[in-house]
């Protein structure tokens, strides 16, 4: 059966046509399919043509769809993939708007990757870690991660560390000098920081246990727990506070000392 343009429409929307063949609406084709396939009326086409310009209107949607999901933000390949799945474009389809947007460097996960580290290193008060976790989470390639991380400020790193390392110090300030110290490292850690670069940021601070302080605390510390625990006999009341004071990081000799006084008045 022979395939005739009998019609080629405009639609309301721009840009965009309505083909007709054999006097019956096939679908509707891009302003650039209609010029990539020379597309007139009375024009005779095979079958084989008619899949291609059904193929490539729909790489055409597909890449529409993308330009306006890369609109709000840059996107790595694997979300621009995951998107068109969404929407239920064949794999064929999502691999050659892929392919096409790389080639016009409308998609780059380099940059992307570059992009994001930068971005997290400024505003997001997160470490190398915790950055190429959410990299390899957008499915960013190992080695453009690492090539991306190339360009990892450092020095940014160490004053972003110090404001940090400060802030928890103050926040941890009922604690001993020994969990204060381990309670801000680890809450580095779990930002994705270097115990290294967290060590470096600690040596700069040099904070100073205040011995005044740490015996306030002590006290407080132990004047809760000596109350938690005022149904047991002394000697099982002491050994219980003096386990829970030494879990907290305070010196035995300092804990034996408050224990001595909190007993005889």
């Known amino acids: 059966m022979k395939l005739i343009i009998t019609s080629i429409e405009a639609q309301k929307r721009p840009h965009r046509f309505n083909?007709?063949?054999n006097q019956t609406f096939a679908f509707g084709i891009s302003e650039d399919t209609l010029i990539s396939f020379q597309l007139h009326k009375g024009q005779t086409i095979s079958q084989k043509v008619l899949e291609q310009i059904r193929n490539d209107e729909q790489i055409n949607?597909?890449?529409q769809a993308s330009l306006n999901y890369l609109t709000y933000r840059?996107?790595?390949s694997a979300e621009v993939k995951k998107k068109l799945r969404s929407k239920d474009y064949p794999d064929d389809i999502i691999s050659a708007t892929i392919s096409k947007l790389k080639q016009q460097n409308l998609l780059n996960d380099y940059q992307f990757a570059l992009a994001y580290l930068k971005t997290m290193q400024r505003t997001a008060s997160k470490g190398p870690y915790e950055i190429k976790k959410k990299l390899q989470e957008k499915r960013i390639p190992p080695e453009l991660i690492e090539k991306?991380?190339?360009?990892?400020d450092l020095q940014n790193e160490q004053e972003l560390l110090v404001k940090l390392v400060e802030k928890y110090l103050t926040h941890y300030q009922n604690c001993s000098f020994k969990e204060k110290i381990t309670k801000t490292k680890q809450r580095l850690m779990i930002k994705g920081f270097t115990s290294t670069s967290?060590?470096?940021a600690l040596v700069k601070i040099s904070p100073d246990e205040d011995p005044e302080q740490e015996t306030q605390v002590l006290?407080?510390?132990?004047s809760k727990t000596w109350q938690r625990y005022n149904s047991l006999p002394v000697a099982k009341r002491k050994q219980k506070a003096k386990q829970f004071l030494f879990r907290k990081g305070f010196p035995l000799e300092k804990i034996d000392q408050a224990l001595i006084e909190i007993t005889e008045n």
């Open 19 to 21: 083909l007709y063949l």
């Open 61 to 63: 949607q597909a890449y």
């Open 74 to 76: 840059m996107r790595s």
């Open 148 to 152: 991306a991380f190339n360009e990892y």
């Open 198 to 200: 967290i060590d470096a």
């Open 219 to 222: 006290q407080k510390l132990l």
